[in-house]
């Protein structure tokens, strides 16, 4: 079974376009996130969500929306696609951080490569 | 801004060698994360540091933590070519009212040359 499991795998759109990527984790974690790796394999945190709040890395640009209709799901909706949009996305999943001696290892899915033409 | 750097990008290196890659970070963080990345591939898990002097190894991977020097290392044993991959670490800092998030080293590139 997939933990972090995320759909598509590859995506090739057109400029312009509104795309959406989904993204489930059978965890039990309370927290997941959207990561964007760009060519020279950078890994940006993009969002990160939990049932109580929306972490939204202020760098990302508001065509990006984070969607949650539960807790094992995070989407991500990308309205209005540029060139530089194309990158490898990730979603993510943890528990909430713990205490001082509990470490909180963050699972990833397989990434969708997003291309835009 | 919160950043994590690595130390170097790009590392080649001969079989059988011994290197260390760096990992500086700007924030307090009482933990540190390794994990490794295969081309086109998801990321992997190698190592939870979680205090001050905390060391761990697996195989030829041998991390360690330095929480006052905001510093981690990730020591690499007579390398094979297996362990070619990009390694990044990560912190998770404590960021008040934020819940928690992580935050990624820039990477390093690892080749291992027969």
């Known amino acids: 079974d997939t933990a972090v499991s995320q759909t598509p795998k590859y995506l090739v759109t057109q400029m312009g376009n509104d795309k959406s990527i989904k993204c489930e984790q059978n965890?039990?974690?309370?927290?997941m996130y959207w990561y964007k790796q760009d060519s020279k394999k950078f890994l940006k945190i993009m969002f990160s969500?939990?049932?109580?709040?929306?972490?939204i890395n202020e760098t990302v640009p508001n065509r990006f929306s984070p969607k949650s209709p539960d807790k094992a799901h995070l989407n991500l909706h990308i309205n209005s696609l540029e060139l530089g949009d194309s990158a490898v996305y990730f979603c993510?999943?943890?528990?909430?951080?713990?205490?001082?001696?509990?470490?909180?290892?963050?699972?990833f899915g397989e990434g969708s490569w997003l291309t835009v033409v | 801004e919160l950043k994590v750097e690595q130390n170097p990008l790009f590392l080649s290196m001969q079989e059988g060698k011994n290197y260390t890659i760096y990992c500086n970070y700007s924030?307090?963080?009482?933990?540190l994360y390794w994990y490794r990345q295969d081309p086109g591939k998801s990321l992997e898990s190698l190592f939870v540091?979680?205090?001050?002097?905390a060391v761990k190894q697996e195989g030829r991977l041998m991390a360690s933590l330095d929480t006052k020097a905001r510093l981690s290392t990730l020591h690499i044993t007579a390398a094979v070519h297996d362990l070619s991959a990009t390694y990044f670490c990560a912190v998770d800092p404590p960021l008040l009212n934020t819940g928690n998030q992580f935050y990624f080293g820039t990477g390093t590139s690892l080749t291992v040359i027969p």
């Open positions: 540091l979680l205090s001050n002097g």
């Open positions: 965890l039990g974690h309370d927290t």
């Open positions: 993510a999943s943890s528990h909430q951080r713990r205490g001082l001696l509990s470490g909180n290892t963050i699972y």
């Open positions: 924030t307090t963080s009482d933990r």
């Open positions: 969500y939990n049932n109580k709040e929306l972490i």
